[in-house]
T-cell receptor
Framework: NAGVMQNPRHLVRRRGQEARLRCSPM?????VYWYRQLPEEGLKFMVY????????ESGMPKERFSAEFPKEGPSILRIQQVVRGDSAAYFC?????????????????FGPGTRLTVL | RKEVEQDPGPFNVPEGATVAFNCTYS??????FFWYRQDCRKEPKLLMS???SGNEDGRFTAQLNRASQYISLLIRDSKLSDSATYLC??????????FGGGTRLMVKP
């Protein structure tokens, strides 16, 4: 059972360009979460999605950032007109809809992250 | 005040030592708690979940005190491979996780 997959693992963009980060949840998981970790800081929640629905985007900056989780395909975190302050590690996590065994619905498993560097 | 607070450390301990980390949380509505470990430049990996008063898994014991709003993690017989940053995490209504800043552990030979 493959874990959470994210790509690209490393992304370099110049100021003003767009960054698109992709996340495929674990098999059987229908909830996706995006977190951001700035250098030398803790992880901060950005957005929580289910298929075709944004459930909570309270941690997402109001401008330039958007996220989607279409019916088919991976979840996408999109950052338009990137600035140097967007340089960070972006982690995606997933959790199941229905718990089973030790895999409760509140247990989130993380992907390897995308390290975004803005020049 | 941060919602989940941890001593950043670092904790430097010799192999075989017992080490304990504490974590306090401010949101009394937090429903469950987790300890994750994060190695340098890697993703957080789930170590333990804490739903009631405590949980034990091998050398690791987590305890929860809801009255005082703190969670602890005890590591016995420390190994070199335990060196990492340990993240205290609260799960809140709405399914989001709130992370503490992490406690860094260095186990020395």
């Amino acid at each position: 059972n493959a874990g959470v997959m994210q790509n690209p693992r490393h992304l370099v963009r110049r100021r003003g360009q767009e960054a698109r980060l992709r996340c495929s949840p674990m098999k059987g998981h229908s909830h996706v979460y995006w977190y951001r970790q700035l250098p030398e800081e803790g992880l901060k929640f950005m957005v929580y999605l289910q298929k075709e629905n944004i459930i909570d985007e309270s941690g997402m900056p109001k401008e330039r950032f958007s996220a989607e989780f279409p019916k088919e395909g991976p979840s996408i975190l999109r950052i338009q007109q990137v600035v140097r302050g967007d340089s960070a590690a972006y982690f995606c996590a997933s959790s199941p809809l229905v718990g089973s065994g030790r895999d409760y619905t509140d247990t989130q498993y993380f992907g390897p992250g995308t390290r975004l560097t803005v020049l | 005040r941060k919602e989940v607070e941890q001593d950043p450390g670092p904790f430097n301990v010799p192999e075989g030592a017992t080490v304990a980390f504490n974590c306090t949380y401010s949101n009394s509505a937090s429903q469950s708690f987790f300890w994750y470990r994060q190695d340098c430049r890697k993703e957080p990996k789930l170590l333990m979940s804490v739903y009631s008063s405590g949980n034990e898994d091998g050398r690791f014991t987590a305890q929860l005190n809801r009255a005082s709003q703190y969670i602890s993690l005890l590591i016995r017989d420390s190994k070199l491979s335990d060196s990492a940053t340990y993240l205290c995490v609260a799960h809140n209504a709405g399914n989001m996780l709130t992370f503490g800043g992490g406690t860094r552990l260095m186990v020395k030979p």
